[in-house]
Each structure stands twice: as structure tokens, then as C-alpha cells.
């Protein structure tokens, strides 16, 4: 959305911001009982939707039904009416994105309190939140039925404080996590528009051994997300929570022990998850800044990530080694990389484009074609091509051939006569494939005015 401002266009910029909570017990039983009431209404929301067989309820309708069910139900009346009509714009919207053939959620269904439920409180309105900034670490609000509460106090809300940005705080979300309780701020700000990038392109090839490897011949690496100590520690609680469950009969309850172990096991993993954020923030944050096109591959990762272990019939072979290849996959998080680079390029004025992934593990970057053989192991690539014979890094090899791509919206070449075609020689070229048309937009699209 673009607006005038004192005569200078600026564009609605929407963003989130998530701070620990400081809670005491009471406020956090008070959180956890509005979370499970939230639950409740989503529930009783999904059996009354689906109740009609033709014509579904108006959005009117259901509201009315959420105000009867908080009266009928003393239990519901925990939760603020804002955050019960929040759960019905989020039914609502589910089942938008459930009738979009461009999305892929699932259709709605119903909730369950059993186990380790995803709790979360819904506040869409922040006019009443009263957020001040109390110290260099610290903040406060009102929370609705809950109290006065702190939270920590890590970056400048729009329009909270003195020197703060421009913009206001338009509702928040309470958030339950392994360690305690988080508030994520939904921000709007009216920024300029973004003046197109004008630093280089660069491509970049996502993997394991090396993170994120770029064209220029850089390697992105980071530290394991866990000290060998509380890796060591996990693995021994999981193979502890194994045994426990193994032991349990089918149909008790979870053991005081092993809701324990659990919990443990949360707090571990979650520690991995904020480092993980942690250093992908900073790094993309420092990709955007330096480049103006990051050219990635298309990779449909849940197709990379699905199980090998077959049917009974048909049984699948090396099933534990693709389980080990699937955990490291998502252990570095390869689209949520993409993602955050895409919205901090943008706002920077660049972008990043995709072009398929087909080949750029095995054709030449430098020559452009594929010979048998020349991709020697996980990372080394040598150019079986006698008039190229370039030795370098698998992975900067694959990022080097998606920057060329993106620039040429050209396809793979494959070597026909073992010779080179800007030397002079002759190149056989794939056959033309619906994927070089799509290549083609993908260049021409992904750019706009940044390309010379």
C-alpha cells in the first residue's frame, strides 16, 4: 500500500518483534487457562461450522454463538472477548486458505488439550495494552484479565517512547514456548519506498557440510546449535523418554517422569531453535545489505525430505541413513533462510529469484557443461572437460552456475564433443524443456529495474 506523506510516497511496512515475558505464577496460570479456553472455542466453533450440512454459518452467525457459549459456559468467560473473537477470524481464515489451491494448509480441524498442546492468546486490539518503555532492558503492559506484566526490552517499538520510530503497535500474540511465556508485537510502520540495490548479484547454494555457499567463493558456516555437553545430554534424555514410553501401557497417562523428560527435551530443543534464528537473522541480514539479487535454487524440500522406509511390500533400502539426511535438512532450515532473505531484500530494494535446481551440482560453472564424473565427491568438483579442467568446491561450483542462470535465462549445457563453445568448439545442447520458459520468467521477473 502506497501513500503520500509531506508530499514524499512511502508504503505501509508490517512487521513482528517477539520479547520474553516476565510472568508470576498467577499470571501465568491465568495464561494458560485462557490459552486452553481459546482451544475450547476453536473447538466448539469447528463442531458448529461443521454442523450444516449446505450453507455454512455467516461470520455474524458464529459470532453470536461465541457470545451464547461464554455465557452458557462460566469456564469461557476466562478469555477476553477481543481474543475470542480473534479465534474466529483465524477459523475463518483457515478455511480461506484451505479453498486456495496456492496454499497449502489443510482443512481445519479440531484441537487437542492432550500431550503438549500449542497454547497461544490472541490480543488484535492494542489500544488498551498501555506499553511503556521502563529501562534499557525492560518494558510493560496490561494484559486483558491478566495484570500488569514485564517483558524484555530488546529492540524500539514503533511509536513507544521517545526515540522510537514512527508507526504503532497494532495488537499482540502471547505465545507459550518450552521456557516460559513470549509476546509477539505486530508493528506498522510507513517507511519510504526502497530504492533499487545497486550491489552485485550473487548466487547462493544451500547445503550441510557447508551452510550457505556463495558464488564469489565465500562459505558460511556457523557453530553447532548445541554445546557437545547438552547434545550429549539430549540424546540421553531422548533415548530416556524411549524407554519410559516403551514401557508404558497403551492408553495411561503420561507419567509424572516422563511429562518431566519432556519438558527437558523442549527446553533443549528450543535452546537449538533460538540459536538457529539467531544466526540466521544476522546473516541474512548482512546478505541483503551487500548484495542486490541473491539467486537461489527452487527446491521443493518436503519432496527431499520424505521417508525412504518403503511399504511392507515394497520396503525401502539405506532407510536409516535418509532418517539421519532428513534431520540435517531440517536442522539448518533451508526455506526459512529463503524467506527471511527474501522480506529484508525487499525492503532493501533487491530481491531474490529462483531458478531450478536441475544440474548445477554437476555442470562446470566456468565452461558450462556437464561431463560424467566430474562432481568427485561431496565437495570437491573437478571439470572432466580437456579444454576446462576447473577444481574447486562442489558447493561454490552449484552457486556460481545458479548466478550464471539467473543472468543468461539460458539452460545447462551438456558437453557433446568434449570441447567448449566460447573457445570455440561445439556445445550440444539439452533439448527444450517447459523448465527453460519458466527460467526465462524467473530471470526477467525476479529483477525489475536492478538488471542493467
Given at each position: 500500500?502506497?501513500?503520500?506523506?509531506?508530499?514524499?510516497?512511502?508504503?505501509?511496512?508490517?512487521?513482528?518483534?517477539?520479547?520474553?515475558?516476565?510472568?508470576?505464577?498467577?499470571?501465568?496460570?491465568?495464561?494458560?487457562?485462557?490459552?486452553?479456553?481459546?482451544?475450547?472455542?476453536?473447538?466448539?466453533?469447528?463442531?458448529?461450522?461443521?454442523?450444516?450440512?449446505?450453507?455454512?454459518?455467516?461470520?455474524?452467525?458464529?459470532?453470536?454463538?461465541?457470545?451464547?457459549?461464554?455465557?452458557?459456559?462460566?469456564?469461557?468467560?476466562?478469555?477476553?472477548?477481543?481474543?475470542?473473537?480473534?479465534?474466529?477470524?483465524?477459523?475463518?481464515?483457515?478455511?480461506?486458505?484451505?479453498?486456495?489451491?496456492?496454499?497449502?494448509?489443510?482443512?481445519?480441524?479440531?484441537?487437542?488439550?492432550?500431550?503438549?498442546?500449542?497454547?497461544?492468546?490472541?490480543?488484535?486490539?492494542?489500544?488498551?495494552?498501555?506499553?511503556?518503555?521502563?529501562?534499557?532492558?525492560?518494558?510493560?503492559?496490561?494484559?486483558?484479565?491478566?495484570?500488569?506484566?514485564?517483558?524484555?526490552?530488546?529492540?524500539?517499538?514503533?511509536?513507544?517512547?521517545?526515540?522510537?520510530?514512527?508507526?504503532?503497535?497494532?495488537?499482540?500474540?502471547?505465545?507459550?514456548?518450552?521456557?516460559?511465556?513470549?509476546?509477539?508485537?505486530?508493528?506498522?510502520?510507513?517507511?519510504?519506498?526502497?530504492?533499487?540495490?545497486?550491489?552485485?548479484?550473487?548466487?547462493?547454494?544451500?547445503?550441510?557440510?557447508?551452510?550457505?555457499?556463495?558464488?564469489?567463493?565465500?562459505?558460511?558456516?556457523?557453530?553447532?546449535?548445541?554445546?557437545?555437553?547438552?547434545?550429549?545430554r539430549l540424546l540421553r534424555l531422548e533415548r530416556t523418554a524411549a524407554r519410559r514410553?516403551?514401557?508404558?501401557?497403551?492408553?495411561?497417562?503420561?507419567?509424572?517422569?516422563?511429562?518431566?523428560?519432556?519438558?527437558?527435551?523442549?527446553?533443549?530443543?528450543?535452546?537449538?531453535?533460538?540459536?538457529?534464528?539467531?544466526?540466521?537473522?544476522?546473516?541474512?541480514?548482512?546478505?541483503?545489505?551487500?548484495?542486490?539479487?541473491?539467486?537461489?535454487?527452487?527446491?521443493?524440500?518436503?519432496?527431499?525430505m520424505r521417508s525412504a522406509s518403503g511399504t511392507v511390500q515394497a520396503p525401502g533400502?539405506?532407510?536409516?541413513?535418509?532418517?539421519?539426511?532428513?534431520?540435517?535438512?531440517?536442522?539448518?532450515?533451508?526455506?526459512?533462510?529463503?524467506?527471511?532473505?527474501?522480506?529484508?531484500?525487499?525492503?532493501?530494494?533487491?530481491?531474490?529469484?529462483?531458478?531450478?535446481?536441475?544440474?548445477?551440482?554437476?555442470?562446470?560453472?566456468?565452461?558450462?557443461?556437464?561431463?560424467?564424473?566430474?562432481?568427485?565427491?561431496?565437495?570437491?568438483?573437478?571439470?572432466?572437460?580437456?579444454?576446462?579442467?576447473?577444481?574447486?568446491?562442489?558447493?561454490?561450483?552449484?552457486?556460481?552456475?545458479?548466478?550464471?542462470?539467473?543472468?543468461?535465462?539460458?539452460?545447462?549445457?551438456?558437453?557433446?564433443?568434449?570441447?567448449?563453445?566460447?573457445?570455440?568448439?561445439?556445445?550440444k545442447r539439452q533439448p527444450p524443456r517447459a523448465r527453460s520458459r519458466a527460467l526465462?520468467?524467473?530471470?526477467?521477473?525476479?529483477?525489475?529495474?536492478?538488471?542493467?
Amino acid at each position: 500500500m502506497v501513500s503520500a506523506v509531506n508530499g514524499q510516497e512511502k508504503v505501509k511496512r508490517q512487521r513482528a518483534h517477539k520479547a520474553r515475558m516476565e510472568l508470576t505464577d498467577a499470571q501465568a496460570v491465568a495464561l494458560d487457562e485462557q490459552a486452553s479456553a481459546a482451544i475450547t472455542v476453536w473447538n466448539c466453533l469447528h463442531a458448529y461450522w461443521t454442523h450444516f450440512a449446505g450453507k455454512k454459518p455467516t461470520l455474524t452467525q458464529a459470532d453470536a454463538a461465541i457470545r451464547q457459549a461464554r455465557k452458557d459456559a462460566d469456564f469461557l468467560t476466562v478469555l477476553p472477548a477481543q481474543a475470542a473473537q480473534a479465534v474466529l477470524k483465524t477459523y475463518a481464515q483457515a478455511w480461506e486458505n484451505f479453498f486456495n489451491p496456492n496454499h497449502p494448509a489443510k482443512r481445519p480441524t479440531f484441537k487437542t488439550k492432550k500431550g503438549r498442546p500449542h497454547l497461544a492468546v490472541d490480543v488484535p486490539q492494542a489500544r488498551n495494552l498501555r506499553i511503556v518503555h521502563l529501562s534499557a532492558k525492560w518494558g510493560a503492559l496490561t494484559v486483558p484479565l491478566v495484570g500488569r506484566v514485564r517483558f524484555r526490552w530488546t529492540k524500539n517499538l514503533p511509536g513507544i517512547g521517545k526515540n522510537s520510530p514512527a508507526g504503532r503497535v497494532t495488537g499482540v500474540r502471547l505465545v507459550k514456548e518450552a521456557n516460559g511465556w513470549y509476546i509477539v508485537f505486530r508493528t506498522e510502520q510507513h517507511v519510504p519506498q526502497s530504492t533499487p540495490h545497486r550491489g552485485p548479484k550473487v548466487g547462493m547454494d544451500r547445503g550441510i557440510t557447508v551452510p550457505l555457499a556463495l558464488s564469489t567463493g565465500e562459505k558460511l558456516r556457523h557453530k553447532p546449535w548445541l554445546t557437545s555437553g547438552e547434545r550429549e545430554r539430549l540424546l540421553r534424555l531422548e533415548r530416556t523418554a524411549a524407554r519410559r514410553r516403551a514401557a508404558r501401557t497403551r492408553g495411561e497417562p503420561v507419567s509424572n517422569r516422563l511429562a518431566r523428560t519432556y519438558d527437558q527435551i523442549a527446553k533443549l530443543r528450543a535452546k537449538a531453535k533460538r540459536q538457529a534464528y539467531d544466526w540466521q537473522h544476522q546473516t541474512t541480514a548482512t546478505l541483503t545489505r551487500q548484495y542486490s539479487a541473491i539467486v537461489v535454487e527452487d527446491l521443493h524440500i518436503a519432496n527431499m525430505m520424505r521417508s525412504a522406509s518403503g511399504t511392507v511390500q515394497a520396503p525401502g533400502t539405506n532407510v536409516a541413513q535418509k532418517r539421519g539426511l532428513n534431520r540435517a535438512i531440517s536442522g539448518e532450515s533451508w526455506g526459512r533462510t529463503v524467506a527471511f532473505l527474501t522480506y529484508k531484500s525487499a525492503d532493501r530494494g533487491g530481491c531474490v529469484p529462483k531458478v531450478p535446481a536441475q544440474g548445477t551440482s554437476t555442470e562446470c560453472h566456468r565452461c558450462h557443461t556437464t561431463t560424467a564424473g566430474s562432481r568427485e565427491s561431496q565437495s570437491r568438483f573437478v571439470c572432466k572437460n580437456v579444454r576446462c579442467g576447473w577444481i574447486g568446491n562442489a558447493d561454490i561450483n552449484a552457486a556460481g552456475n545458479q548466478l550464471h542462470r539467473y543472468n543468461s535465462a539460458a539452460g545447462p549445457a551438456v558437453t557433446g564433443r568434449g570441447d567448449l563453445q566460447p573457445l570455440g568448439g561445439s556445445v550440444k545442447r539439452q533439448p527444450p524443456r517447459a523448465r527453460s520458459r519458466a527460467l526465462q520468467e524467473a530471470a526477467l521477473s525476479g529483477a525489475g529495474n536492478l538488471r542493467p
